[in-house]
């Protein structure tokens, strides 16, 4: 076939900007076409090789990404029963949330039929549990992770498992005998749903995962990441790329053979209880540039998850929702999609740079959980809730059903099965935790005072 690029005239960046200038009629470029990002990013109209032409060193793996759905882990076999049969209706991996170190990991793992990865997230910090599950790992034919977070834990809940030492001095037991399981874990959900911007949530994610990199003694093997994922599609995409790039660095000071499996999921900071079906286009958004950013694997997030107990139609349409991108969207047929996309490669260089000098200060500043127990991580995160929430409570930042175009008919107060807003719980902790909060909370508590 004839290369017709070649019968084209070339045409500059100076060209483009000169004929958009004269569309304008006399409005200012700028001020009219360019708009700046809660992180500090113009983003422009249109982008060209002349003067944004990057390559960046991300190397992602979308045809091996993976349909994953958590279980919370109630009775035993009732969770083993439905495990597969969610594998049978087309989740890939499946998460185990395991409360108590009473329960039978064992029998979990045995009962599966061919998984492809199956994720235990602990509840509790017990070694002995961690070590029955890697000593059966060795026997299985699939991946077995166990997601656990102290410095997450600190975070979230205000308070270590145990105590800072202890949680630390189990992890180097843990590296020394553990050695057929993934068991290392950043949880850097927290951080996006609290109201982080994306710099904070990559730098964040950088110093939370510099924390074990420096306290695990001579650890040279995978950590799963786990972040979640909003609205701001290029963005996002970007914020994976650029993720996985920074990650990739910081191993490299310390050992080439760390690895990176990222997990993840929609956000709930943008997830909405009334005119609640718009939350399955947002969760399809938000899981496509998780895809197209290079996640390993995929949990989305239910529809009705923000007030409904987990529920068979909730999960089925949120693993539907997956499989739909999978095998009918093709989003598995093609390795790093978004190389060469002049924007999304010109947000995963600023996005990673902006990140990187942010990290450098908390470094210099004592590290990750220095600033938590000081409380800057808290207060910074809480600025920028305070600026996206203003944003919304203005309309500027839109929730469509929500704060535009909201139907007044809308009545949720009777279908309530959880409380679907910040909950108080007064006690002793360690630091302040960080508060995940969505930003239709305050107009979604108006409206049920008026139904």
Known sequence: MKNLFPDFEKISSKQWKNLIQYDLKGADYNETLVWESLEGIKVKPFYHNDEDFVTNNVTTQNTHFAVLQAIYVHDLNKSADKANELLKRGAESIRFIVPTKETDVVSLLNNLENPKAVYFQLLFLDKETMLKI?????????????????????????????????????????????????????????????????????AYTLAHTNEYLNRIKDFNKNITVEITVGGNYFFEIAKLRALRMLLNALADEYSSDITFHIIAKPTRRNKTLYDYNVNMLRTTTECMSAVIGGADAVENMAYDAIYHKTNEFG??????????????????????????????ENLTTQLAEKALELFKHIEKNGGLITQLIEGTIQRKISESAEKEQQLFDEGKEVLLGTNKYPNKEDRMKHDLELYPFVKQNPRKTLIIPIIEKRLAEKLEQERLETE
């Open 315 to 344: 999960d089925r349409i949120a693993r539907n929702q997956l499989l739909i991108l999978k095998q009918e969207s093709y989003f598995d047929q093609v390795n790093n999609p978004a190389d060469g996309a002049y924007y999304i």
């Open 134 to 202: 890697d000593n059966e790992a060795s026997k299985l034919g699939f991946e077995v992770y166990v997601l656990i977070d102290p410095v997450h834990q600190l975070g979230f809940d205000g308070n270590f498992f145990k105590d800072g030492n202890s949680d630390f001095e189990t992890l180097n037991e843990i590296n020394q005998q553990a050695n057929n399981i993934n068991w290392l874990t950043v949880n850097a959900t927290t951080y996006q749903n609290a109201g982080a911007n994306m710099i904070q949530q990559l």
